[in-house]
């Protein structure tokens, strides 16, 4: 196992390389259109501190760093499910691995984001990011993928500076459930002893493990924030994410207005007030020394809503974050120069990555319904398992049929087709599930739609499989297309959801 304190001094001697950045915005190259949000902003006489700018095309990322010189970039990753245990095997790893450093290099980027969370797990897929299960072991596999991504990029980094970029790991959302054994901030404090990453705290994440787990039954909002800043790793903290929250379109809105709404992670939908709340709660903790940024995550939001609501956090919150920041910088230990190598971390022995695998499949089996909830991930949970029921009747069927590409919009011959035999599309979603399947190619999930619709035709409808076949065409090479396209433009409604 390695020093903490090693760790710490680790991650203290990156810190540095990282500068005061303040407020900014999580941003989204297609959606809305980057070019005219930053021109926008610029009328009203706003510049954002630095944009963080999710996984795009290497072409439309070098489009992006030409186009704003004079702002800062740092990257949302997406794809690395460093919460597997068997991630590393995956053929595609590599290619990944070496596709996300050259677009951190392209735009030079302070650091990498990403959400421990994974769209993938033992052969099942995802549209949407789901959390990992909350068990020592799996933060221990999670360190570890960390440890491996991180001293790629101190080989392979290639910033003018002569820095690498720092692994950010941000804490997820809960969708209606939380699955594990350990608390969510032990979790986290587990990973920061292993590997000295940053993290990123997203307020309405951590308003939805309120909702989610026991917490929002036993206790007041704010005392909550309170106990889990002080077990939280704050002292990693680099950056803060706010976003809206919203009810999700598969969940009908109660009528009457009793306790606290079901809302989930929405970046199109308005910031609540009661984010900026727990904002003002957390910059105030003393624990929180490394903060360099804050960014409002504002992808596939109206460039209106944007304007607006930057604006008036930059003005209610910038002096407290210039504040904050200032105040971390005093209490930096002073160090030596000399650099440090990455710390070795320990590998994870093929048992116990065995064991998390077993783990990761019952889960999967689980969140899609495919069996009962038990096991000692769930036992805080089965108290009200209508979190995980409406993940798997509502949500989770939701994806499969609409999300990310509506199939009745993408194979409308096709769906005629299959009515007219009596094939319903839900039964399209028990298709998906059935059983585990190997990856064919790097995270995708609009390609992986087609993939599977076109199998699932074959078996329900043989002679409608060639009027699906040549839809299919259609959409792989119109992908191929608006992936191709140079100029940041919106693309056709696919995957560009968080
Ligand atoms: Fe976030």
Redesign the pocket.
Known sequence: MPDSNFVQQDFQHRLRNIPLLGMGL?VDVYSPNLFELVSRLKKRGLQPGYLEVFKATTTALSTVRQAVPDISLAY?GEGLWITQPDVQASPFFQQDLDEMVTQLNTIQSLWL?H?CAMKQMAGYSFGTYVPPLYTRLSAEVVAANIATVQQVMDRQGRRADGTAPLFLL?M??LTYFSAGTIPIPHFFRLIAGLVPCGL?L?I??LWTVYRYTDACRRIALERFVGAFLDEFPLERVIEI?V?GLAYHESVSKPKGGEGLPEWI?A?AAPIPSILFCMLEQVLAHPNLVSLRAV?L?VDTKSIEMIVEEYAETVRRFSPIVQQTMAGGTAVEQPMELAPYPTSVQAPVCQSDRQQLRADYTRYAKIISGQAPVTGLEWQETTAEATGVARYHTCYVPYEILHWGGDLAEMFPQTCRALAERGVCLTEFVAFWFRSPRPLTHSYDFFLLKIERFLEFVTERALDVRICAQQECDILRQAYAQANEVVEPVPVMEMERT?
């Open positions: 999580s949302h984001n959400e941000e997820p959302p990123v997203d309405g994440h994410h976003a992670d970046h960014a995550e968080r």
